[in-house]
């Protein structure tokens, strides 16, 4: 039966983004082995791409059950998964792996259906993986930063309800090309004028007239690019908390999980806001996940 | 002496915006005639384009004196003039004109300095010019809806104070570029998704977050374009309306001035916030402020 896994061979987990691509093998003992990480995210690949590309990926990654993560199962990756409406554990999440060919399975997507329609994709093996390896309690909020950054309530040992906030999109779409551009060039960095952003989009509803004043204080007071991209950044990352810290509710430590330099800048954000964090690191929660994933298909 | 001008000849008063052009021959009795208007933005003028550019245009516009206005004359235009302080009224303005050539006059901005630092330029001719004309009284609260919205309490006869929204170059970033791009390609059009999402950006601070739900509304429940162009419109000018309500404050009726379609969805707008709109055709306005300004040099 093809939705039984066996371990012995290790299991190649993908975590196939809208913009990058990250593969590992998971030995049967625990470890972990990087294959490859590239910029080929689903965006990259050309309509009808894509079993080439995972006939490319089985060559490079080895033999062994392949899991595969993320906007791969979206309407714009290879093959189009349902989305499992929350709440959901590992065991719905398992059952509902959609077998694109024999020993290659697409984790689906999960959803919040009806009033607050949300969808996510392959934040959810980091998720459920973080819980799986202790690294999370079950009533933590979560926090999952990036493109479209994830807030969730776990519903028990499952999936919650959750909101998206398109924060590292929106950030992108003004470095790339607004009147803002050149001044947001520079990584932003934690510091006074991330700080000073963060705290006005704590205090302030009103971030797309201040996110102006960063062009006037260049016109007026040469505020230059590394000012102007920390406080960007701390604007829309300030506002980011402000929402995702409205809708979880609590006062418990957030869990932040997903890349350690991102994950900084929302532990500081959290920090303005009186709120710890605990930081987890993503690459070791989608293989948590992905494993816990496998072990309920043995 | 080169600050004197004679309308004798009719003036020639050019909005010269980031993206748009147009020239209107102003005649002395006090009559308009459209010259051109075309896509000739400041940001499709090549640097060091703009000395010939400027002889085109004369050739094109006939004889007579040119006021230029916009951004024009910012640091990506022709030459760059200082920012008026408001309050600035037409006195100030007038005497304030950039001489770039004998007969021709580049409007300068106005700037918010210090704390709420901002910036403008071309708007205020069309406030001043509504005044002039009587179009709208010295205490309304003025709304300039587009590419940066403005937001100004007059101060008696001058420009007062003021806040800028960045609601259209974000609308156009998501439109371009987003992942709700394709949702977004319809002309946004007032109905009940532009009031839906209006309604929800007054009563809700957390804009980045409900964008998404766009996408998410369109996977699970087959939302199409029309749908949500008009309710991330909605989303966008509603909480501009919000933020430049609670800026201006008072329950006066609301100047908006500016471009008729994206007037109108302002006047729907502030309906849904309670609130009553003036609609002064921005164009009418421009000519009625280069006619005042001239007045001022004769």
Redesign the interface.
């Known amino acids: 039966m093809e939705h039984r896994l066996t371990m012995a061979e290790g299991l190649i987990a993908i975590d196939w983004g809208?913009t990058n691509r990250r593969a590992y093998r998971l030995e049967p003992g625990g470890g972990r082995a990087d294959l490859l990480e590239d910029g080929l995210g689903v965006l990259s690949v050309p309509r009808g791409g894509f079993p080439s590309e995972v006939e490319r990926l089985r060559l490079r990654c080895g033999p062994g059950p392949m899991l595969l993560a993320g906007m791969v199962g979206s309407?714009r990756g290879w093959i189009e998964t349902d989305?499992l409406p929350v709440p959901a554990g590992l065991e719905e999440l398992a059952r509902a792996i959609h077998w694109a060919a024999p020993g290659i399975g697409i984790v689906p997507g999960v959803?919040?259906?009806g009033a607050?329609?949300?969808?996510m994709r392959g934040e959810e093996v980091q998720i459920l993986g973080a819980l799986a390896d202790g690294l999370i309690d079950e009533g933590a909020p979560v926090c999952h930063p990036g493109t479209?950054a994830k807030w969730m309530r776990l519903d028990g040992a499952a999936l919650g309800r959750f909101?998206?906030?398109?924060?590292g999109?929106?950030f992108g779409?003004?470095k790339?090309?607004?009147?803002l551009a050149e001044l947001l060039a520079p990584a932003p960095a934690d510091g006074p004028a991330f700080r000073a952003g963060v705290g006005h989009a704590l205090a302030h509803?009103?971030?797309?007239?201040e996110?102006?004043?960063i062009?006037?204080?260049h016109?007026?007071?040469a505020a230059g690019p590394e000012w102007s991209a920390a406080y960007a950044s701390g604007l829309?990352i300030g506002?980011?908390v402000?929402?995702g810290l409205?809708?979880c509710g609590g006062e418990d430590d957030v869990a932040v999980i997903g890349r350690p330099d991102l994950a900084a800048l929302y532990a500081a954000a959290l920090a303005c806001a009186g709120r710890g964090a605990i930081i987890v690191d993503g690459e070791a929660a989608f293989a948590a996940g992905m494993r816990a994933l496998a072990e309920q298909l043995q």
């Open positions: 809208t309407n989305y959803a919040v259906t607050g329609a949300d969808v479209h909101r998206t906030v398109m924060t999109e929106l779409l003004l790339r090309d607004s009147i509803c009103d971030l797309t007239a996110l102006f004043t062009r006037a204080r016109l007026l007071e829309l506002a980011d402000r929402i409205g809708w």
